[in-house]
């Protein structure tokens, strides 16, 4: 499976952004994707999954309420829409596929396959 991360950018504190994370070479069915992100000097941060064929989705609790995780399943693309932001989110957001359990899908080497990520840089 092959990640096409898009959608990063320069945004001012309190506006939007929708990152995309498109996958090619095969469906996303009966992988979990999930997003995380790496600011400089952090570790990989989860922020949000979705089981691509029963729809159950994970948030971060300190990102829950701003940050949403979606899918199209006819387009094979999952989505992560960015509100409220905060120059402390700024990071390279990355799209995973994987196959977690439940007790795992929170853990970055719980996904095996990786976009290149997606910069989004917060302006105070």
């Known amino acids: 499976v092959q990640l096409v991360e898009s959608g990063g950018g320069l945004v001012q504190a309190g506006g939007s952004l929708r990152l995309s994370c498109a996958a090619s070479g095969r469906t996303f069915s009966g992988y979990t994707v999930g997003w995380f992100r790496q600011a400089p000097g952090k570790e990989r941060e989860f922020v949000a999954a979705?089981?691509?064929?029963?729809?159950?989705?994970y948030h971060a609790d300190s990102m829950k309420g701003r940050f949403t995780i979606s899918r199209d399943y006819a387009k094979n693309t999952a989505f992560l829409q960015l509100n409220s932001l905060k120059p402390e989110d700024t990071a390279v957001y990355y799209c995973?596929?994987?196959?977690?359990?439940?007790?795992?899908?929170?853990?970055?080497?719980?996904?095996?396959?990786w976009g290149q990520g997606t910069l989004v840089t917060v302006s105070s």
């Open positions: 995973g596929a994987g196959r977690p359990i439940m007790s795992t899908v929170r853990a970055h080497d719980s996904y095996y396959y």
């Open positions: 979705i089981r691509w064929s029963g729809g159950n989705i």
